[in-house]
């Protein structure tokens, strides 16, 4: 990779102006990037889909004047390890510490004074202190100054920790123009709010940015917009007046058809519309600007048609979206309820109908998961013809209640902080092994972004069709050239077809199972909607040999035909024995139990498999008097996490 001079204000350092009050200060801030990473963009790449985090523009903001700032993004630039600085900052990701601590060693070596922050450094402080000789814990913006005027009094504290939230008024606008130009999709990077009110298990957002969100002046960030709008502008101008014929050519081809042209702004909220009356004030705010937009969202904005109607005509184009899985299970396990799977289509759509991408994450490997899991995601993405997708492994961050719950029971197995990029399994999985999970995401990435699948996601589209088609080409050349093709096995197809939420139709004779609470309020006119379901589950039993089918709500004589068929089904195609767990099973007609406990008929229908029956006497044997249960196969062995 070609080595990138530090630019100062747009300038190369050695043309930069002398400092006003202390001249010689320099601080250099590097953005860290492992230089062995498989998912390491190409140039094309990054301008394509790339666009910088703010971290380190904003700390250029923040310092003294008296300062001369360079900033490095190394996923972009390389590293100038005998550059002149008195000072290096570095912003650390966990996924990126590994990384930093090279960089800050070799710094060291060179007599350099090291400060670290971010996420990584606040969660794990003793382990970044031996690498920086000061770290900054939580948001920085209130405690850099006093950092560097520490240093320039030689009385630098070893750690700066954060007492409360900066303010977001009168926020000074983070100092884009050090980035390297034609290096992202977008330099024209801001934010409008912090924190975020939701509790995703996972997510560090709240934990570090706080619980409540704290939002910009709507003016503050139009004006800041329409400064940066100005420069980018002016640089485009330069750039076609400068560059040699075929690159200005090139530049204004790219400004014809939609991909570069001076208007393109990210909001890299973490949750931009967390209060839909300041979204309204801003959208509105934002018309006259005529640009396009793009930021992260709840998928449950599209509920509200007014809201995506004014986006639209704000110039919103593309919205990030948390989906995370398919799954309701999954989605409350990870403290995500809010997010209705049963919806997910219908608010997509909403977005589509007004010419918005929706780009959702999509996270494998919760609790819920099993190997059916990557082609249902991928079947369901590709039917809605989303544009994008983001495939991650769910990864127990530092500092989030999934690390501290994980770690408590022993199920990370890999603390090398380089995996937690969202790419790698550091954890046992539940449903599956770690292998599985592995291939599974492989095999999620190449399938989606086979040509076959961005033909059918982008046919029916004339919206911004180029840049489309050339994010998804792009993510194409980076999963063929990064990810291993993956493959999903055989049983993962059985697992598929196998599991389903079927409706209930008989409410009459319904009884209550002897292991549920329910039992002692029975009210069959009071039944939730969420107990008038048969929700079957699958996964396999390495124990037994054996497909363990979990059944949750209520059995009835219909859904209970449907589920003898679907056994069967999975009895023929894996030729594993059944197992059919009744532990959480609440309701059931006896004519559903009988027809499913009926050991005669169940060997007729499935004739080659043994069949067995878990906490079935626990749960309705006292229901079943004067039914013969003479040959049934009872499975009366505690399953560990059944």
């Known amino acids: 990779m070609e080595l990138i001079q530090p630019t100062w204000h747009g300038q190369s350092i050695e043309q930069a102006p002398t400092a006003k009050h202390a001249p010689g200060k320099r601080l250099l801030l590097v953005d860290p990037y492992p230089r062995d990473n498989p998912y390491r963009l190409t140039a094309s790449e990054r301008r394509a889909v790339w666009f910088p985090k703010l971290s380190l523009p904003t700390i250029a903001a923040y310092t003294p004047e008296n300062w001369e700032v360079a900033l490095v993004d190394e996923a972009v630039q390389d590293i100038d390890f005998d550059y002149p600085c008195d000072m290096v900052g570095l912003s650390i990701m966990t996924c990126y510490a590994p990384r930093a601590y090279e960089i800050a060693t070799e710094f060291r070596k060179r007599g350099k004074t090291i400060v670290m922050g971010g996420v990584h450094p606040t969660y794990c402080p003793d382990e970044a202190l031996r690498y920086a000789d000061a770290i900054v814990c939580g948001e920085a913006e209130d405690l850099w100054p006093q950092l560097v005027a520490d240093y320039e009094a030689g009385t630098m504290q070893r750690m700066y920790k954060m007492t409360s939230f900066p303010s977001l008024e009168q926020y000074k606008s983070p100092r884009v123009e050090l980035l390297s130009p034609d290096s992202y999709m977008t330099r024209q990077c801001s934010f409008t709010t912090r924190g975020c009110h939701f509790d995703c298990e996972f997510c560090s957002v709240s934990p570090f940015n706080g619980k409540t969100t704290r939002r910009r002046p709507v003016q503050e960030v139009v004006t800041e917009l329409r400064n940066v709008q100005r420069w980018i502008r002016s640089e485009l101008v330069e750039r076609l007046r400068d560059e040699p014929l075929w690159n200005a050519f090139v530049t204004a081809l790219r400004i014809r058809v939609g991909i570069e042209d001076g208007s393109i702004i990210a909001f890299v909220d973490d949750l931009h519309n ?17 640009i396009k937009w793009g930021c992260q969202s709840t998928l449950f904005l599209a ?20 989906m995370e899985s398919l799954d309701e299970d999954s989605l409350e396990e990870t403290n995500k309820p809010f997010n209705r799977v049963q919806k997910f289509s219908q608010e997509i759509k909403m977005f589509h109908d007004y010419g918005i991408m929706v780009n959702p994450g999509i996270v494998f490997g919760f609790d819920s998961d099993d190997e059916s899991v990557f082609e249902r995601a991928v079947d369901f993405l590709t039917k809605n013809q989303v544009e994008l997708a983001y495939f991650n ?70 919206q911004r069709l180029i840049p489309r088609w050339e994010m998804n080409r792009e993510f194409r050349k980076l999963v063929k050239r990064s990810c291993p093709k993956g493959s999903l096995s055989p049983l993962a197809g059985v697992l598929k077809n196998l599991q389903a939420k079927l409706p209930v139709l008989d409410k009459e004779q319904l009884i209550p199972s002897a292991l549920h609470a329910l039992k002692q309020r029975f009210d069959p006119k009071a039944l939730s909607a969420q107990n008038l379901v048969l929700n079957i589950k699958a996964k396999r039993h390495d124990k037994f040999a054996a497909l363990f089918v979990d059944l949750e709500g209520t059995l009835d004589r219909l859904n209970t035909l449907e589920l003898i068929k679907r056994i069967k089904e999975a ?27 009926d050991s005669d008929a169940m060997k007729v229908a499935i004739p080659h498999v043994k069949v067995r029956y878990r906490k079935f006497k626990d749960a309705f044997e006292a229901s079943m008097q004067g039914f013969s249960l003479t040959g049934l196969e009872l499975l009366n062995e505690d399953l560990q996490d059944a």
């Open 571 to 597: 009895a023929d195609q894996a030729r594993m024995d059944i197992i059919i767990n009744f532990e959480h099973l609440k309701l059931a007609t006896p004519d559903a139990l009988k027809a499913l406990v």
């Open 274 to 290: 967390s209060n839909r009356a300041y979204c309204r004030e801003l959208w509105a705010a934002l018309k006259p600007l005529k």
């Open 393 to 462: 492994v769910l990864t127990p961050l530092p500092g989030t209640a999934l690390f501290d719950r994980y770690d408590k029971v022993g199920r990370i197995f890999d603390k090398d902080w380089a995996k937690y990029d969202g790419k790698h399994v550091v954890f046992q999985p539940s449903r599956m092994t770690p292998e599985q999970l592995q291939d599974g995401f492989h095999w999620a990435n190449h399938q989606f972004y086979s040509l076959p699948s961005i033909w059918k996601r982008l046919s029916g589209t004339s």
């Open 303 to 322: 509920d509200d048609e007014e809201m995506v109607k004014l986006a639209a005509e704000s110039g919103c184009v593309s919205v990030f979206v948390g």
